[in-house]
């Protein structure tokens, strides 16, 4: 049962900071970047109706991301891509993401600041970015946490 308070709380914490922090709106762009299989976009993606666009590095991630997107939006989950690429590459257009939510995978970048860099360049002017507070990247970036990452 404990663990059961425990993802509700972590679902509830995650949309609560997608939604003050970041500020998104029902058809915006969520960027889940290192995704993973998927929860810490999808969770939002259903609460507060985003777009969602996760990308990882392993294709095993991808794979269960993408599986577990229609538990999460429905059968047609079309409002959540997930694709594998690269940190440093994500392959998304310019100023396309009006949020990013990264939580692991910056500290398995090979070169932090070119991932930095990438998601930076992503993000719409004026978007937000979260990371969690454990993290050495959220310490070096602490007071930008919602802001633009530096470039």
Known sequence: MWWAIRV????????????????LHAGQLLVDAGCGAGGIGLWPARA???????????????????????????????RAVLQVAELKKSGLPDGAAHGIVRVDALGEAADRGAA???LGRVLAPGGGWSSPAHSDAA?????TSSSRPPA
Request: glycine letters at 8%; zero cysteines; charged letters at 30%.
């Open 8 to 23: 509700f709380s972590r679902r509830r914490v995650t949309t609560m900071v997608i939604r003050s922090r970041l500020r």
């Open 48 to 78: 507060v109706a985003v777009r969602l666009t996760g990308f990882d590095l392993s294709p095993i991630a991808v794979a269960r991301a993408t599986a577990r997107r229609a538990h999460f939006l429905g059968p047609v989950g079309d």
């Open 116 to 118: 930095l860099r990438e």
């Open 139 to 143: 310490r070096n970036l602490r007071g």
